[in-house]
Nanobody, 125 residues
Framework: QVQLVESGGGLVQAGGSLRLSCAASGRTFSMYAMGWFRQAPGKEREFVAAISRNVYNPYYADSVKGRFTISRDNAKNTVYLQMNSLKPEDTAVYYC??????????????????WGQGTQVTVSS
């Protein structure tokens, strides 16, 4: 069992920055690919970014590419999402998730095994 706890959300003006953190329990964090997803009111949960378990390859949704950076620190069992140049359309609840499957990094929520409780990000115009 893995527990994920997000932090770092809040209210920011358009153009500002936030850094989300996701702390994981357990000793096998390095074995999981980690992803960030978000869900706005009335919309489906969507992929934001993911990072592979071994070589730390990052993957991004087109909507955040060039503005967001995902990273992980396996010594701290933590994954981060640095969000710059925030836009009002980035407003959502942001979730981190862990994927235990071997192989490719998935963009689909259904492939992730564990989820955090979410942290609210609100970007004002």
């Amino acid at each position: 069992q893995v527990q994920l706890v997000e932090s770092g959300g809040g209210l920011v003006q358009a153009g500002g920055s936030l850094r989300l953190s996701c702390a994981a329990s357990g000793r096998t964090f390095s074995m999981y690919a980690m992803g960030w997803f978000r869900q706005a009111p009335g919309k489906e949960r969507e992929f934001v970014a993911a990072i592979s378990r071994n070589v730390y390859n990052p993957y991004y949704a087109d909507s955040v590419k060039g503005r967001f950076t995902i990273s992980r620190d396996n010594a701290k069992n933590t994954v981060y999402l640095q969000m710059n140049s925030l836009k009002p359309e980035d407003t959502a609840v942001y979730y981190c998730a862990a994927d235990m499957r071997p192989g490719y990094v998935s963009y689909y929520p259904r492939d992730y095994d564990y989820w955090g409780q979410g942290t609210q990000v609100t970007v004002s115009s």
